[in-house]
């Protein structure tokens, strides 16, 4: 894997990019980065062309001034990024919050995104939804790390930690690279959000991936996504919680080259 740098609007981003062939963007979660696709990385490029970008203030990209995250910014960083690659038409997959900055950039940059895969995502985080970020916003203020672990441990399904050395030393990384002030700054800026339109409106196909035992988005969200656009699935993963590309990799990867070989030519 290559590591590609892009500076706009005061940030820099980085980005994995790896493998040969049709487009995919693959965008992390709350706090992630590149690395959480490692699971799928060899798979998905030996037939896929693949574009990972950190999402500031994650990961390795970082953003300088007064500079404030949002779904919109987000989008754009990864539109850029496309054009510089000279990518006119991509497959979007979002993972968790990235789900949310996929939507976006489907709403944003509609001739971009030839397909669209939601993978653990909810299609809008209501008032309601917003207390629940904002009460754990709190917990890392006041926290610091310590919250984003609770937190995170409560996304795998129980005992698949203790189980999975990688997996472990994935999630140590991940939270090593807490900054806590950055983290729950994130977490107060881009809640809530609806993209209930965005996809009644959408025009490019949908799969919607959930695991059977996510506590966050559970399956019920896939196939809310699923029954608003023209053209969309819903996948129910067993055995799965949250962090699908962990517990279930081979099955994420036989999903999505499903859902690409089924896709019009570019």
Not at 80 to 104: E, H, K, N, P, T
Not at 132 to 154: H, N, P, S, T
Not at 196 to 202: G, K, N, Q, S, V
Not at 223 to 242: F, N, S
Request: with cysteine.
């Amino acid at each position: 894997m290559d590591i590609l740098t892009f500076d706009l609007d005061g940030c820099t981003t980085v980005a994995g990019r790896a493998g040969s062939g049709a487009p995919l963007v693959l965008i992390h979660g709350l706090g992630g980065s590149h690395e959480d696709f490692a699971p799928v990385e060899r798979s998905l490029s030996a037939r896929f062309a693949l574009l990972m970008p950190d999402l500031p203030p994650f990961g390795g990209s970082a953003c300088a001034g007064d500079w404030a995250p949002s779904m919109a910014g987000w989008a754009r960083m990864v539109a850029d990024a496309c054009d510089r690659l000279a990518w006119s038409r991509v497959v979007v997959l979002g993972f968790s919050m990235g789900g949310a900055v996929a939507m976006q950039l489907a709403r944003d940059y509609p001739r971009l995104v030839r397909g669209l895969i939601l993978c653990s995502t909810s299609v809008a985080v209501n008032e309601r939804g917003q207390r629940f970020w904002l009460k754990y916003a709190d917990a890392i203020e006041g926290e610091g790390a310590a919250a984003v672990r609770r937190f995170m441990e409560g996304t795998y399904t129980p005992g698949f930690l203790e189980a999975h050395r990688e997996a472990r030393e994935r999630f140590e990384r991940r939270v090593g690279r807490v900054r806590p002030e950055a983290y729950a700054a994130v977490v107060r800026s881009v809640f809530p959000y609806d993209y209930t339109e965005t996809l009644r409106a959408l025009g490019a196909p949908l799969l919607a991936i959930a695991g059977s035992g996510d506590p966050l988005t559970p399956p019920a969200a896939a196939r809310g996504i699923a029954a608003l656009p023209a053209h969309a699935a819903a996948v129910e993963v067993p055995d799965a919680a949250h962090q699908l590309f962990e517990e279930s990799p081979d099955r994420v990867v036989a999903e999505v080259g499903a859902f690409i070989d089924r896709l019009p030519e570019a």
